[in-house]
């Protein structure tokens, strides 16, 4: 695995573009699920999904190999999520803190209806998407790279650049929540 | 039974699931579990919950790798283009350097000489000298500066 992460690093750096056709390939869906829950929005999570793979591209270089290479694309794509909220100033640079620290917790811009709402069809508003929805963002995103992209504790943390103790601590709260909101759905 | 033996129960259901648990307490878990149903609907719920998660279908965009690929593409193509210039740009810096420090000797001789001859007091002409040093570094800004300004502007137009 290591020596794998080696040689994507080297192709990176390189800006092999062959290697770069088939992670877009390999990773379309993982990243593009992530975003979309990191957004709420289809058009914006594709806006992203690119931009995320023109960085990879100018930046691959920075790449070492040291870590999965799926942690360093999350993170990527999240920090260009953060920049453009910070440009529409929708909300405070601190959007994906713990909502128990005070910080305002959806991604979504706040004019909108719904976070979740808006990308589903009639048929996904029930069940595991609607509860999805009631649960806030900083949860909801720890919750899929857990448990929907199996990273590491640490490998989130270095997602989200935030401390172990705070990931777990969101992925407890975030867990309580899901539970809850599932329960809550089937009632 | 005891809350607190209900608190922990909880606590390591979650916790096997977050950060994994010991061989002890998946022991004293499953022993639990055995016992107390409302617990082991808690766990039913949790695993049912992020089984959910997982296997939640999300539709892709159709052609969305086909047009990433595209996008990076010309990109990849456009930052090929600009790396001989950029190049050509620190080579010219480096040398210009290189020649600026060979040649200062005489070119504050030159400066020294051509102020007294047009009576240019002392501190113009070595303001001079001093400028005429910067000159190599300023251009070699303003080209970067237009560069970065350009790609911003075209980064724009392409959002």
Known sequence: MADDNKALAQGLKLRDSYLLDQLI??????????????????????????????????????????????????????????????????????????????????????????????VLTAEEKTGVHASLDRIPTVYREVLVLRFQEDLGLEEIAGVLAAPLSTVKSRLYRGLEALRGAMQGGAA | MNKNLHDRAEK???????????????????????????????????????????????????????????????????????EPKRRLLWIMCVMSWALGIATAPYVWRAFEWAGERLGVPRLVWEMGFGLWWTIPALIAAAVVLMENLRLTNENDQSD
């Open chain 1, 25 to 118: 390939e390999q990773y379309q869906y993982r990243l593009f699920r992530y975003l979309l829950y990191l957004t709420s929005s289809r058009e914006r999570a594709e806006d992203f999904f690119q931009e995320t793979w023109i960085r990879v591209l100018e930046r691959g270089h920075q790449y070492d190999g040291k870590y999965k290479f799926e942690a360093w694309l999350f993170r990527i794509a999240r920090n260009l999520v953060i920049d453009w909220q910070r440009q529409k100033k929708v909300q405070s640079l601190d959007a994906l803190t713990d909502p128990e620290e005070g910080a305002p917790m959806e991604f979504a811009a706040l004019n909108q209806a719904s976070p979740l709402h808006l």
């Open chain 2, 12 to 82: 390591l259901i979650a916790q096997e699931r977050v950060e994994g648990i010991s061989q002890s307490e998946r022991d004293w878990l499953a022993a639990h579990l055995r016992e107390c149903p409302v617990c082991t609907q808690v766990a039913q719920q949790t695993t049912a919950a992020l089984r959910a998660l997982r296997g939640l279908p999300v539709p892709l965009p159709p052609g969305l790798a086909e047009r990433t690929q595209f996008r990076v593409q010309l990109r990849a193509q456009e930052m090929r283009e600009r």
